[in-house]
């Protein structure tokens, strides 16, 4: 079996919402997802699921425990190699596409590849192709707004996957799209997840599109199942 791409181990966190009150979000979570995996993360509202993204996605850090990204703690790294890992290892995606709508889909995507030092030239062909396997080579110079609600999830999916990362982290990422358009987008989800090797942690509600994912974990007061 190839080593984690993603291991959580005994991650713990809580916050202060004011003295002397505070709130336990996470208890001793452990998590490991593989090489080309896609694992749902189901749980209620308020039960922690972003939390849980923020903290493997290295945008929080917990109070305990360690996180490990292909191999490297990262739990307690300083600000420049979480930095580094998040634009060369982690893609993101959320339940709203937060494309910029002043540049066209094309250019959204080539964006945070020429910010990761990629010439103009390499990220426009690594766009083209990404944009080409979601079947919208030929809206690529459209700006969002041009775009219906599932064409522009689209996009924001190939944005996360334009770096080719390691690990790519949703949050509901099909949860503001009408159920055709979400089986549409979900399929071409795991379809470039599959097809890249990748590892992919999803938070959603959605039972049915957590039964098609390769395995399902809960999070129920603060623990990972």
Do not use: W
């Amino acid at each position: 079996m190839s080593d984690p791409i993603l291991k959580l181990d005994q991650i713990s966190k809580s916050y202060n919402i004011g003295r002397p009150n505070q709130v336990t979000v996470l208890r001793s979570c452990n998590l490991q997802i593989e090489p080309g995996q896609v694992v749902s993360l189901v749980a209620p509202s308020g039960a922690g699921k972003s939390t849980l993204l923020h903290i493997a996605g290295l945008l929080d850090t917990p109070d305990e425990g360690e996180l490990n990204i292909i191999g490297k703690k990262m739990a307690h790294a300083g600000d420049k190699q979480r930095t580094h890992m998040r634009r060369t290892k982690i893609g993101f995606v959320y339940q709203f596409h937060h494309l910029l709508p002043e540049f066209t889909a094309l250019e959204n995507i080539m964006l945070p590849q020429q910010a990761n030092g990629k010439s103009a030239f390499e990220a426009r062909r690594q766009a083209i192709k990404l944009l080409d396997q979601v079947g919208l080579a030929d809206r690529k110079d459209h700006r969002p707004g041009e775009l219906s609600g599932g064409e522009q999830q689209r996009v924001a999916f190939c944005r996360a996957l334009s770096n080719s990362p390691k690990l790519l982290l949703a949050d509901e990422p099909t949860g503001n799209l009408d159920q055709e358009t979400s089986e549409h987008v979900f399929g071409i989800l795991m379809e470039l997840v599959h097809s890249t090797g990748m590892a992919a942690l999803i938070a959603t509600h959605n039972l049915h599109l957590a039964s098609r994912m390769d395995r399902n974990v809960v999070l129920d007061k603060g623990k990972v199942t």
